[in-house]
């Protein structure tokens, strides 16, 4: 996503080339997404609440050529305190209703109209957050690739990159076919943006790949889940979400990784239908499908968006973790306006929003710096 999507806004104005490691773009992180657009998401974290806000009309009416009306669908998100939950209900509700005025705290009764099969010692209190959407993720993908292609963009799949070197301004790109210059490289790996980096003799970031799993249960015989909302413990345990008829549930695990093609491990999976069982009143017999992917973070959990000052052409828009499908259009525009003007559009800087926030020298020397604009904006 964060590869086609900046391709995409680069593309009408400039010569854009897409590598792609894999036979068809989307294949790890973009098409393994749990497909939601949650404004509480990382609310703390001033940079990504200002790329959500501010993706949001794009989602909600995106340009006439990517041929939907719309890429959300109302979902709604329900947070329940599990038994023994160490996160007071009340403080977090607080915090979150500064930013989101419109979370409300919900007890049993409206719990259960939500999700009748909810066991007791799940439906004693939570919030209820109206505004989150599922996303069509496959529409958002494929309509980028369209606008790069009919913007002139190119996109070359299943190529593997052997080398990246600079000379004279020049960057040169060897693959296993073909090489490709360009004054700018932009680093949209995902999971490989280090080890891109490393390749192309820059210091690597520290950009960490945690893997997440998720699988889908049977509802019981009879119970219609299309209307649930999205389900989730206040202390990140689990989620819960409808899919297709089925349960989608993830213990929202994040165990550190390789960069690869992740794949569920059985404890995970086990943790998953554990948690599914509990809230639930819900016998799981058997599992339809499983699948992990790779959320990547830098270690204040910010993405890292711009050029790398130690080496001239190096662009970086890499470590989105968890929020890299409902930041896309704002993080999209904001990285292609960096390239090509080094300024912020102007409604991320109306609403606040700062370059340092996301600047890969916040990760060296300025981490002190950033931090202090962080708790500014915050505040």
């Known amino acids: ?12 104005t400039a010569s854009v080339l897409v590598l792609e490691r894999e036979k068809q773009p989307g294949y790890h992180s973009t098409g393994r997404s749990a497909a939601a657009y949650i404004p509480s998401y990382g609310f703390d974290n001033p940079s990504l609440r200002f790329l959500t ?77 109206p505004d989150v959407f599922d996303m069509d993720v496959h529409a958002l993908h494929l309509g980028y690739l369209k606008a790069l292609k009919q913007a002139g963009g190119q996109l070359v799949s299943n190529c593997t990159i052997g080398a990246l070197t600079r000379d004279h301004g020049v960057w040169t790109v060897s693959t296993d076919s073909a090489r490709y210059s360009a004054p700018v490289v932009v680093n949209a790996a995902g999971a490989w943006a280090d080890e891109l980096a490393a390749l192309a003799g820059v210091d690597r970031l520290g950009l960490m790949p945690l893997r997440r799993t998720a699988v889908l249960l049977d509802p019981p015989v009879a119970c219609d889940v299309s209307a649930w909302p999205l389900v989730m413990a206040v202390d990140g345990s689990f989620y819960l979400k409808p899919d297709a008829g089925l349960i989608l549930a993830s213990p929202a695990d994040e165990n550190p990784s390789l960069a690869c093609d992740a794949q569920p491990e059985e404890l995970d999976i086990a943790y998953a239908v554990d948690y599914a069982q509990k809230a639930l009143n ?56 960096l390239i090509s003007k080094n300024q912020v559009p102007p ?33």
């Open 282 to 337: 819900l016998h799981v017999k058997q599992v339809r499908h499983r699948w992990a992917g790779l959320r990547t973070f830098a270690r204040d959990r910010t993405p890292v968006i711009g050029f790398d000052s130690r080496v001239a052409g190096f662009f970086w828009l890499a470590g989105q973790g968890g929020h890299g499908i409902q930041i896309a259009p704002a993080a999209a525009r904001l990285a292609a306006s």
């Open 53 to 129: 806000e501010c993706s949001l009309n794009f989602l909600a009416e995106p340009p006439a050529d990517f041929q939907v009306e719309t890429l959300l669908h109302r979902r709604g998100l329900l947070s329940l305190c599990p038994p023994d939950c160490a996160v007071s209900v009340e403080t977090e509700l607080e915090k979150l209703q500064v930013v989101i005025p419109n979370i409300v705290k919900v007890g049993r009764e409206v719990i259960r109209q939500h999700v009748p099969i909810i066991n007791d010692e799940y439906s004693k209190s939570g919030w209820f957050e």
């Open 1 to 12: 996503m964060a590869g086609a999507s900046v391709a995409a806004e680069l593309a009408p």
């Open 347 to 379: 409604d991320l800087e109306a609403a606040g929003f700062k370059r340092d926030f996301v600047a890969p020298d916040r990760l060296n020397s300025r981490s002190e710096e950033v931090g202090g604009l962080f708790e500014a904006a915050a505040s």
